[in-house]
């Protein structure tokens, strides 16, 4: 039992590992067979998507997709998942800079 604590969980203490109970053992095991099925999904994607990418026309002669944006629209996925609201985020030192400009200029203001 301490090998797969030391093999499976990333444990390199001798005591923390001895320490660990049978229900915290039970619940690591658990999250790290959970952790592979989700490696085996994106592995399996990814097999799916190569061959998607790889398609081609009828003939077999051209590629269905003959760019990346073709196949992959980053913008619209973004927007489909964010919502149509979503902008770039801001650089946190430009906001920094406008914060401190309006203080010196004496508007009001976050």
Not at 80 to 109: F, Q, T
Request: net charge positive.
């Amino acid at each position: 039992m301490l090998a797969t604590i030391f093999g499976l969980f990333g444990v390199t203490d001798y005591d923390v590992a001895r320490r660990m109970t049978i229900a915290e053992y039970k619940l690591r095991k658990r999250g790290h067979v959970m952790k592979q099925l989700e490696r085996e999904q994106e592995l399996y994607l990814q097999a799916f998507l190569n061959r998607t990418a790889q398609a081609t026309d009828k003939n077999g002669k051209a590629y269905v997709y003959k760019t990346f944006t073709d196949f992959y629209d980053e913008a619209k996925r973004r927007q489909s998942v964010l919502g149509a609201n979503y902008a770039k985020p801001v650089n946190s030192d430009l906001i920094a800079i406008a914060k401190r400009m309006r203080n010196y200029k004496g508007e009001e203001g976050y």
